[in-house]
């Protein structure tokens, strides 16, 4: 599957978790285009680096940076909750099958198999809290409109 084509299906899966979330539907669009944000730069991570175990921490690391900014910059832009749309937006991050395959595992009797599946299931959701804090910790003026069209001014 190409990129284009993953990129609009992660912002069609982020528009239906935001429906599940109650998101109003004048919504709906900007929180698929966060999760797609995301996506698209997790692709772009993983491809060059053959998808492999460090290539995804990072990729998920650089993913949910760029869902938390962007969510924070729409939260400014359209004035809503910032968490309006990194919840929804973060969704096709989250390691769902690495927590799948550990479960799977451990009811197969297989506790090696279940302790790796579920180290790195800790580990990339770690990484998605991190890049979350990294972001949410930045002043609020960093993402205003205002300030960015001051100093287009000045």
Do not use: H
């Not at 690495?98 to 595992?105: A, E, K, P, Q, V």
């Not at 506790?111 to 990484?127: R, Y």
């Amino acid at each position: 599957m190409n990129i284009i084509s993953q990129v609009i299906l992660s912002a069609i899966a982020t528009m239906g978790f935001s429906v599940i979330f109650n998101v109003p539907k004048k919504e709906l669009l900007f929180c698929g285009l966060t999760g797609a944000a995301g996506w698209m730069v997790y692709i772009i991570i993983t491809n060059p680096l053959n998808d492999t175990s460090n290539a995804a921490v990072a990729a998920t690391f650089f993913a949910a940076i760029t869902v938390t900014a962007f969510a924070r910059f729409l939260s400014t832009l359209r004035k809503m909750p910032s968490s309006l749309y990194i919840i929804p937006g973060i969704i096709p991050l989250v390691p769902g099958i690495r927590l799948y395959s550990t479960m799977f595992y451990m009811i197969t009797g297989d506790n090696t198999g279940a302790l790796s599946e579920g180290i790195e299931a800790l580990k990339l959701a770690g990484v998605i809290a991190i890049g979350l804090l990294v972001v949410l910790s930045l002043p609020r003026q960093l993402f205003a409109l205002k300030l960015i069209t001051k100093r287009k001014e000045a």
